[in-house]
């Protein structure tokens, strides 16, 4: 397992750290605005961020040359690999000189531009220049949570019950758990238990991380991965800093299992584009120590643990600024991902993992032959339904207006909420994109230049388990 597991970004990332108990900077601050999807932040900032403004806020005091060249020297400085660093400083100063960024006077698109230039240099989906209307603070980061912020958080994560979303036990004695972030160990670590407890008695384990994009602290990874793996078979991964090392990664608490453990059982992890992070760390860790079956897609790449670093008054840059190392593999799954062992569609990976176990169940020894009959029908069963070309429907999603917006796009359980996988292209003034949805009811949001927005042309919204709000369409066969 990785006991060395870092901070988070605000689309939901962990690293590797040393089993860190601290709570971590800012966190309480990041937990009382609202977590939007695909957080799965480690709630913890380097530098505390500022409050995001809305897509179309009113410009603030700031120069396009300020704003890029303060970006610049912070990845210069900061960014992990300081090779890549140096080529985004030097590109960004590049496109500043050659009026790139002449005429940008929305704060959101400027950032949404920058972010998109880096991208291009070098794909790193933890990378992201934010803005903010109100000017950034400039004192340094605060470790420790007023004792506000912790109430806050604590609200939170009882209102998302810790980011757990289901636990079942389905047909064939196969438990079920899904849960969307990997949330604060001190909150979370009842529903672990209580989880695990009600899990016991099954003989195969799916886990369910397609809609999980992080850590909001390394506790909860830690404590799941013990029941999972033996004592002697946990591994650390190491972390290289590029700047100072943050100090709560020095503080030690270990979250034991509480009753029986899951060993010498097939466990089945789903992945998809929107795992992302810390999931992607527990996932990874798990099929490095050959404990666990990976079904569905490639998962998102982001592996370097980082922070927000304030680049001026109105911009901060989420930068990763550690290069992690896996002891048994030697590298990461930064950039490419977690790869599947078994690789189908995010919408058919339950189905396939559950054929997987029934597979891993019929090869052993059962003295009940109602129960051996029973699963090898319902193996039987899903191997049709898999066999059988998955229905979609060409869908439409527009949004209009957003004229000096520079990346838009649309996302959704369908393509597993990854922002920059559906772009959406504008056409006179409006954004379109044309997808292959399954029907069904679709929850989905609309992504303008790192902000997330519900979609202002349809009334009809749903607050999902982690309490963001959604919009839903309803998508059927004609």
């Known amino acids: 397992m990785i006991t060395e597991q870092i901070m988070e970004n605000s689309t939901g990332s962990a690293l590797p750290i040393r089993r860190a108990d601290g709570l971590g900077s800012g966190l309480g601050r990041f937990l009382s605005r609202q977590i939007p999807r695909l957080v799965a932040s480690l709630l913890s900032t380097w530098l505390v961020e500022g409050p995001s403004s809305a897509v179309n806020a009113a410009t603030a005091a700031w120069s396009e040359a300020d704003a890029v060249q303060g970006v610049a020297r912070v990845l210069e400085e900061r960014y992990a690999d300081e090779a890549v660093g140096k080529r985004y400083a030097s590109t960004l100063q590049q496109h500043l000189q050659a009026g790139r960024y002449a005429g940008l006077i929305n704060g959101n698109a400027l950032a949404g531009r920058l972010t998109q230039d880096l991208q291009a240099v070098h794909p790193d989906r933890h990378l992201r220049v934010e803005f903010s209307a109100d000017v950034l603070p400039v004192d340094g980061p605060s470790w420790t949570p007023s004792a506000e912020e912790l109430a806050a958080m604590r609200r939170h994560e009882r209102r998302v019950n810790s980011g757990f979303e289901k636990v079942e036990v389905f047909r064939g004695n196969i438990g079920y758990l899904s849960f969307r972030y990997f949330g604060d160990p001190e909150a979370g670590a009842p529903k672990v238990h209580a989880a695990m407890q009600y ?13 999980n994009g992080g850590a909001h602290h390394p506790g909860l990874m830690d404590m799941m991965t013990r029941y999972l ?7 650390e991964a190491s972390v290289q800093w590029r700047g100072p090392r943050p100090p709560f990664l020095d503080e030690k608490r270990t979250y034991l299992p509480v009753g029986p453990r899951y060993l010498d059982k097939p466990v089945f992890i789903l992945t998809s584009p929107g795992t992302f992070s810390g999931a992607e760390a527990f996932a990874y860790n798990l099929q490095a120590l050959k404990r666990a079956t990976i079904v569905g897609e490639r998962s998102g790449g982001g592996a370097n643990p980082g922070g927000t670093v304030r680049a001026g008054d109105h911009f901060s840059v989420w930068v990763p600024m550690g290069l992690v190392t896996h002891p048994i593999t030697k590298t990461n799954w930064e950039g490419v991902g977690v790869t599947p062992d078994i690789e189908v569609k995010v919408s058919r990976a339950l189905d396939r993992a559950m054929m997987a176990a029934f597979d891993a169940l019929l090869q052993k020894p059962e003295e009940d032959p109602g129960w051996l009959e029973g699963r090898r029908r319902e193996r039987d069963r899903l191997a049709r339904e898999l066999s059988r070309p998955e229905p979609v429907v060409s869908t439409t999603f527009q949004l209009a207006g957003f004229p000096t917006a520079a990346e838009v796009s649309v996302v959704g359980a369908f393509n ?56 839903v369409r309803v998508v059927t066969q004609r």
């Open 416 to 471: 597993g909420w990854a922002p920059r996988r559906s772009p959406m292209v504008r056409e006179a003034d409006v954004w379109k994109a044309t997808l292959d949805v399954p029907p069904g009811r679709q929850l989905y949001k609309l992504w303008v230049d790192g902000q997330w927005l519900v979609d202002p042309a349809n009334p009809e919204f749903e607050i999902d388990s982690s309490g963001n709000t959604n919009s």
């Open 199 to 211: 899990l016991a008695d099954t003989e195969a384990l799916i886990i369910d991380l397609r809609e």
């Open 229 to 235: 793996v033996r004592d002697e078979d946990i591994v």
